[in-house]
């Protein structure tokens, strides 16, 4: 069946250090994978995306790396600040289909 | 440009009412997804409208329905109102491309059945 699942449903980490949220996803065919950010009360942000022809993306502070052979995906955030305090999901698509299967969300606290 | 709008933001119903939300696009995005969050459930797709024309369906029941106007802006429908249905409802917008491509939240209109 389709499913994305997260290993770790809270992750505490202090100001500055680095973060990082897996996520593990189930359907191979999946080849477009989204991270999104979402704060108390609002809708999911995105954040980083990645398609399976590649294995990493960089962005502004945070990087995705997609490992296919063990279908999964990862969000690294660089010198995490208390503002990146949040629910982070990832989300798979089919190409083809504009469903994303959400997986179940990690919240991430940041400690000053 | 704009962002994803939803109205309402906050909707209060009984149990058996129906209930119509609505979904304005990013401008010049072409469709409109339609998703439920819930602490038990998480996040789960509805539904998908393209150019009017309802082009991906999840696995809710019959009671939840949706429309897409020539303008792009689109609205769900829930009838029958359960206490189940209490949840945030989220759209999101994209271009329209099948291939793959970023979809845009709205902030969500969260509905309490009573």
């Known amino acids: 069946g389709e499913s994305v699942g997260l290993h770790l449903p809270t992750l505490s980490v202090q100001e500055g250090d680095n973060s990082i949220i897996n996520c593990a996803y189930s359907?191979?065919?999946?080849?477009?994978f989204i991270w999104y950010k979402q704060e108390s009360g609002k809708g999911p942000q995105f954040i980083i995306d990645?398609?399976?022809?590649?294995d990493k993306r960089q962005g502004q502070r945070v990087t995705v790396l997609l490992n296919k052979t063990v279908k999964h995906l990862s969000l690294q955030i660089a010198a995490t600040q208390p503002g990146d305090s949040a629910v982070y999901f990832c989300?798979?698509?089919?190409?083809?289909?504009?469903?994303?299967?959400f997986g179940t969300g990690t919240r991430l606290l940041v400690s000053p | 440009k704009a962002g994803v709008t939803q109205t309402p933001r906050y909707l209060i119903k009984t149990r058996g009412q129906q209930v119509t939300l609505s979904c304005s696009p990013i401008?010049?995005?072409?469709?409109v997804s339609w998703y439920q969050q819930t602490p038990g459930q998480g996040l789960q797709f509805l539904f998908e409208?393209?150019?009017?024309?309802?082009?991906n369906k999840g696995n809710f029941p019959g009671r939840f329905s949706g429309r897409q106007f020539s303008n792009s802006r689109s609205e769900m429908n829930v009838s029958t109102l359960e206490l189940g249905d209490s949840a945030l409802y989220l759209c999101?917008?994209?271009?329209?491309?099948?291939?793959?491509?970023?979809?845009?939240f709205g902030p969500g209109t969260r509905l309490l059945v009573l």
């Open positions: 999101a917008s994209s271009a329209g491309g099948l291939n793959a491509e970023t979809q845009y």
């Open positions: 359907n191979s065919a999946s080849d477009y």
């Open positions: 990645i398609r399976s022809n590649m």
């Open positions: 989300a798979e698509r089919n190409t083809g289909f504009q469903k994303l299967v």
């Open positions: 401008s010049g995005h072409r469709s």
């Open positions: 409208y393209f150019s009017e024309t309802q082009r």
